[in-house]
């Protein structure tokens, strides 16, 4: 069995995607190192992988981009402490349901987040620029806010219509569960760690949506799977 000798994460603390990789690095039990960056300066990750987003797993002479990709990697690489499940109907359930989280979530809670963060002083120049101060603050929060809201296409119309959209999505995963643990089996998974994750932003959302009783209970349940640790980097 391979064990790792150089695993190393560069990551964006707070992204959801990192923290999806950042808890299965955990759960697996794998030594690594953590690279952090600032959302402003992708120096590191285009030395490290030719582009720009993170997550990004370097293991020796390897590098590995995409929160999914990576996961089955190490999946793969360090089959030790399972996150997949063998019985072939399992595993495949599994690996739908950490997709479809990915693709419903991904893009969903971020803008939520982004936008009841714009709205509270001083949140974005926190993470964005924390060694700022005075003028310089004052502008890179200015041009920062701006920036956010063109990449990610925020508006109060989008808004309005992502806040519908996580409550049904929210009792859709709630449902699925069931009040089980667990997605599949008797036993975290990738699926687990995909829903837990991508949905942590929402701790950062405006509190109308996040005390919602479907997200809510989402939030709380993933508490379970991803720790307070990672609540505490989204809570105002």
């Avoid at 002479?61 to 996961?71: E, F, Y």
């Avoid at 419903?104 to 509270?120: D, E, F, G, K, M």
């Avoid at 309005?160 to 049904?168: G, H, I, N």
């Amino acid at each position: 069995m391979r064990y790792p000798s150089s695993l190393k994460l560069i990551q964006i603390p707070f992204s959801h995607t990192c923290i999806k990789v950042r808890r299965a690095l955990e759960m697996k039990g794998l030594a690594h190192e953590i690279q952090d960056i600032s959302p402003v300066d992708r120096s590191a990750v285009f030395a490290a992988s030719g582009q720009g987003l993170v997550p990004v797993l370097v293991d020796g002479g390897r590098t590995i981009t995409d929160s999914t990709a990576i996961l089955l990697y190490l999946e793969e690489t360090y089959p030790q402490r399972p996150l997949l499940p063998e019985e072939p109907a399992q595993r495949a359930e599994c690996l739908l349901l950490e997709d479809w989280s990915n693709a419903i979530l991904t893009a969903l809670t971020r803008r939520l987040a982004y936008w009841h963060t714009l709205s509270v002083p001083g949140t974005l120049e926190r993470l964005f620029f924390p060694g700022s101060r005075g003028l310089r603050r004052w502008i890179e929060g200015r041009l920062g806010r701006r920036a956010v809201r063109k990449r990610f296409g925020l508006s109060a119309d989008r808004n309005s219509r992502d806040e519908v959209e996580v409550r049904r999505v929210a009792q859709l995963a709630m449902n699925r569960l069931g009040g089980r643990p667990y997605l599949v089996g008797e036993a975290p998974t990738l699926a687990d760690i995909a829903l837990a994750a991508l949905s942590a932003p929402l701790w950062a959302a405006a509190p109308h949506v996040r005390d919602d009783p479907p997200v809510r209970a989402l939030l709380e349940w993933g508490r379970e799977i991803v720790g307070d640790e990672v609540v505490s980097l989204y809570r105002d």
